[in-house]
């Protein structure tokens, strides 16, 4: 059974950092892209970052450039986004995400079809 596990969320203060992890269980890691959405209170779920298998290949929402990083560890099967100068309007729960043989940018196509979802952590920016 494949599990996607996120872990990390928390509340912190406008300015602060976080690092959320996904951990990946049940599949083939290395066959997949994985990324990164996030979903506001009374918002859709919108993407936020992804990375190819051999993280050869990266995009970024406009809203996150130049403050998250998503890297991954096939070796460890986790999929990881630092979040840095983070600010309210990050305030949502974090979805992980995988894609067989996708491209990153391809993750970040409205209503391409994600193969596995994790459950989600919550990330709370206070200003």
């Known amino acids: 059974q494949v599990q996607l596990v996120e872990s990390g969320g928390g509340l912190v203060q406008a300015g602060g950092s976080l690092r959320l992890s996904c951990a990946a269980s049940?599949?083939?890691?290395?066959?997949?892209?994985m990324g990164w959405f996030r979903q506001a209170p009374g918002k859709e779920r919108e993407f936020v970052a992804a990375?190819?298998?051999?993280?050869?290949?990266?995009y970024y929402a406009d809203s996150v450039k130049g403050r998250f990083t998503i890297s991954r560890d096939n070796a460890k099967n986790t999929v990881s986004l630092q979040m840095n100068s983070l600010k309210p309007e990050d305030t949502a729960v974090y979805y992980c995400?995988?894609?067989?043989?996708?491209?990153?940018?391809?993750?970040?196509?409205?209503?391409?079809?994600?193969?596995?979802w994790g459950k989600g952590t919550l990330v709370t920016v206070s200003s």
């Open positions: 049940g599949l083939t890691f290395s066959n997949y892209a």
């Open positions: 990375i190819s298998w051999r993280s050869i290949s990266i």
């Open positions: 995400a995988a894609a067989a043989w996708a491209t990153a940018q391809a993750m970040s196509v409205p209503g391409y079809a994600m193969a596995h």
